[in-house]
């Protein structure tokens, strides 16, 4: 029996634990918070590797590893319809009644939205990235966010920047779109005990060197800075396709003893490794909202960055040096910040940071988007179809299609298997036992 | 001996059995399955479809083939009969390998037996010792189109669990008396002995 006002959410992505990333993050920590607060949260994801099935995560965190393998980028392979039943099938057993899924990118999530308002749940949709709108990939992606949204109850977005980017691309109204930007565990993100010396200047980067991520900016930035400042030092975290040319570079000036490339980081491991830098360093080309340099302030490093996407509304202006994605102005940036760095109390900046962000408080949040989005009225297949055929003179037709197809298998299977027969799970608290709850349920 | 409860929900029906043994009672649980009259009718769609799928098979069967003349498939009569023998020959396989009831039989001290019987009249017996079973688990499993409950021993030295129902997917109702049942078993057992610390693994 649900409390008042409490709600039973089923977050549903194609990225979460083993992976380990910003959606992934910004699930576990929104879930253990909503749970906090008295919700009861499961998450449904597609298998990893021998990780299927149900498995229990820290405070009774329910997670659901269909095995669905993945087929391209961690995302399952689209069947539009062949994840109805397994989609129905929790969601009555777990007596879900809002659906939340995260990030434009997933294919589960898309599908399981759109099962979702088949069968007449409430759904939530959160965008974590921002994406083009000129490359056939984007127009694609684009149009499939378009029909998702359709029909949202509530978006959220984790940055104004990216909903403006998500009003754009899908064309839904902006007064459905609220903005919760992300947080940061404070408690893990804490700066070095002992205060750095000023002597020899550390420069970190951590990220994924890829293209998106500006590594072939930092392959011209970095060389430039051990130019004109003789005591900074690199430490660069992370791994990918462009390592080999931060390491080509470091090869060609000779900078081994002052470039520390240090390959891919655990996540549990970023924390020990920020503490050893005064300065963060990141290049990205977009960004909707950057957890990373959240979790550097966390640590006390002032941060330097490109001006894009959302990064310029996460950290207040004292404690960052903005600059365009152009190696001089970046290399003019850390000179500015190396000035700036007797000012900097590393303590102070982790206290600022711990009140301005936290995870209890995007739940809170949350918690209002949610119960907004279950005053929203019920409607009927028909009061529906008309938001989908407003999507395209073509498009908007074709979407109609897969709804009313989708709705029509809704209805076989509910006859072939109905409703009652699926069994309910009780409501379980790990700290009481299972099978207490279960025993009393069933009476014997 | 008290009147064994029975529980029944859909086509399955739970049946607990207390004997008289030595030196305890015997616990013995039954579930079984119940043919039902959709059953019969998708049955019957079946061997129809099978059937329609033969015609085709046996219609373009070379003459040259020596079972053609056997057979006498230039006749169409011998074309259709022979389809509805070969589909009720495969239906007649399906039956065969479907279960009709599946027994978990708690010999206290002793250990567990699992019995399967299939509608052919077939019974499989497995016998697992008391000291190999670690635990007995209510376990979620997730399959591509479903979510359903199994109940499974873990047995010492195995990497997988032993179902203790291999044929059937009985509710959960019908699986919490016999996991209480399997795990008083196994707790009394392990109260009993001497603690030891030979853990093979």
Redo the contacts between chains.
């Keep these: 029996m649900s409390l008042q006002g409490k709600h039973r959410i089923l977050m549903v992505s194609d990225f979460f634990y083993p992976n380990f990333g910003g959606v992934e993050n910004h699930i576990y920590y929104l879930s253990q918070c909503l749970m906090k607060l008295g919700h009861k949260v499961i998450v449904m994801t597609h298998a990893y590797g021998n990780r299927s099935g149900v498995r229990y995560m820290t405070g009774g965190l329910k997670v659901y590893y269909v095995p669905w393998k993945p087929f391209l980028l961690q995302n399952t392979l689209p069947t539009f319809y062949g994840t109805l039943p397994i989609i129905r099938t929790i969601l009555i057993r777990e007596r879900i009644t809002l659906v939340h899924g995260h990030q434009a990118f997933s294919t589960l999530c898309h599908e399981a939205l759109m099962h979702a308002r088949t069968m007449g749940y409430k759904v939530v949709f959160t965008d974590h990235s921002l994406y083009g709108f000129a490359d056939v990939g984007s127009i694609h992606m684009n149009k499939v966010l378009q029909f998702t949204l359709a029909d949202v109850s509530q978006a959220i977005c984790v940055s104004h920047t990216s909903k403006e980017n998500t009003v754009l691309r899908s064309g839904l109204p902006p007064e459905r779109v609220f903005v919760i930007p992300n947080a940061v565990d404070t408690a893990m993100f804490k700066p070095a005990p002992v205060r750095l010396s000023n002597h020899e200047i550390v420069i970190v980067v951590i990220s994924r060197l890829v293209y998106r991520k500006g590594a072939d900016l930092l392959v011209e930035v970095i060389p430039e800075v051990c130019r004109l400042h003789q005591n900074v030092r690199f430490i660069v975290g992370g791994d990918g396709p462009k390592r080999v040319r931060l390491e080509e570079m470091r090869e060609k000036h000779s900078l081994q003893d002052r470039v520390d490339m240090l390959g891919a980081v655990p996540h549990a491991k970023v924390q020990s490794v920020l503490v050893t830098g005064h300065i963060f360093l990141n290049s990205s080309l977009t960004e909707a909202f950057c957890i990373a340099i959240l979790e550097a302030a966390s640590c006390g490093l002032l941060t330097v960055s490109t001006r894009v996407g959302g990064i310029p509304e996460v950290l207040p202006d004292d404690i960052i040096v903005l600059a365009e994605p152009d190696p001089n102005d970046m290399v003019m940036a850390i000179t500015k910040a190396i000035d700036l760095l007797p000012q900097i109390d590393t303590e102070e900046m982790h206290n600022r940071i711990k009140k301005l962000y936290s995870w209890h408080n995007v739940a809170k949040r949350t918690e209002i988007v949610y119960d907004r989005a279950l005053k929203c009225s019920n409607q009927s297949l028909i009061d529906r179809l008309p938001r989908y055929l407003s999507c395209g003179a073509w498009a908007g037709k074709h979407f109609c299609m897969v709804m009313i197809i989708d709705f029509l298998l809704w209805r076989l299977l509910q006859l072939w298997q109905p409703d009652r027969n699926v069994e309910v799970v009780p409501d379980s608290n790990l700290t009481s036992g299972i099978w207490v709850q279960m025993r009393m349920r069933y009476n014997w | 001996m008290d009147e064994a409860p029975i529980i029944t929900k859909?086509r399955y029906t739970y049946v607990h059995d207390v004997r008289i043994g030595s030196p305890e009672a015997i616990d013995v649980h039954h579930i079984s399955i119940s043919r039902s009259v959709t059953d019969f009718l998708s049955l019957c769609s079946y061997a129809l479809r099978l059937a329609a799928a033969c015609f085709p098979i046996f219609a373009l069967m070379q003459k040259t083939m020596s079972v053609y003349d056997l057979l006498m498939l230039d006749k169409p009569v011998a074309i259709v009969f022979w389809s509805f023998v070969v589909a009720g020959l495969l239906i007649r396989q399906i039956l065969r390998k479907q279960v009709k009831k599946e027994s978990v039989i708690i010999l206290p001290a002793f250990g567990v037996q699992l019995e399967t019987v299939y509608r052919s009249g077939k019974t499989v017996h497995q016998f697992v010792p008391i000291d190999k079973i670690l635990k007995s688990v209510l376990?979620?499993?997730?399959?591509?189109?479903?979510?359903?409950?199994s109940l499974s021993l873990i047995i010492r030295g195995e990497d997988e669990l032993l179902l203790a129902f291999k044929g059937l997917y009985p509710?959960?109702?019908m699986l919490?008396?016999i996991w209480?049942a399997l795990c008083a078993a196994i707790d009394d057992k392990k109260g009993a002995d001497i603690p030891s610390d030979c853990d093979n693994r």
């Design positions: 859909g376990n979620e499993c997730v399959t591509p189109v479903t979510c359903y409950w509710p959960i109702t919490v008396p209480k």
